[in-house]
C-alpha cells in the first residue's frame, strides 16, 4: 500500500524561530519523488519544495529545506526564521513512476505566533 | 498565465440535483485529477485520467463521474449528490513524468443540503 504519514496535526512555532514538519511513507518502489505543498487561508496549494529520491543531497529552497532519509522513509521540512506568511496547512506528497499518483499525507497546520 | 481554472469556487445545492464542477488547464498536461479535502484527512483522490478517454478511479470514486474529452478539460459530475459529499474540492494537473509536480486549481466549497 502507498501512503503518506503526517503525525502532526497541528504545530507552532514562533516567530524568527526554526520549525521541523515530519513525514513518513510507505513504499516499496526505489524511483520516486517527494512534494511539499503549502495550503495558505486563500485555499490555493502552493508548491514549497520538491525531492527526488534517487539524489542524496538534501532539496533547499531558500528558508525551506528538506531532510530526507530515503532508508528511514522519512521526508521533513524544515522552515528556518519562520514568518507570519508561513502560517498555513501543509501537505506532504509523493509520486512514482510506476503509478504516476500523487500520494498525499493528511497536512500539519502550522501557526505562527508574533 | 498558466492556470487550472475550476468554477464554481462556491456551491450550495440540495440533495439529489445533477451538479458539475469544471476544470480546465491551459499547460497541455497530460494528467489531471480530482481530489477531496476534509479535516483531519488531507486529499483523497476521487479519479484521475493519464490522456484523453483515459480515466480511472481513486481512493473514493463512489458518488461521481468524470470525463476527458479534451485534454484541457476534467469535468467532475455528482449525479445525485448527498449531504456527505459536503467537501472541498481540488482539480490538478500535471505533466505525465512523475518528477513534475501537480498544479492545482483554486478550489470548489461545495454544500449539499
Sequence with gaps: AQTVTQSQPEMSVQEAETVTLSCTYDTSESDYYLFWYKQPPSRQMILVIRQEAYKQQNATENRFSVNFQKAAKSFSLKIS?????????????????????????TGTSLTVIP | EAQVTQNPRYLITVTGKKLTVTCSQNMNHEYMSWYRQDPGLGLRQIYYSMNVEVTDKGDVPEGYKVSRKEKRNFPLILESPSPNQTSLYFCASSFYAANTEAFFGQGTRLTVV
Design chain 1, 81 to 105: 526564521d519562520s514568518q507570519l506568511g508561513d502560517a498555513a496547512m501543509y501537505f506532504c506528497a509523493y509520486r512514482t513512476p510506476t503509478r504516476n499518483q500523487f500520494y498525499f499525507g
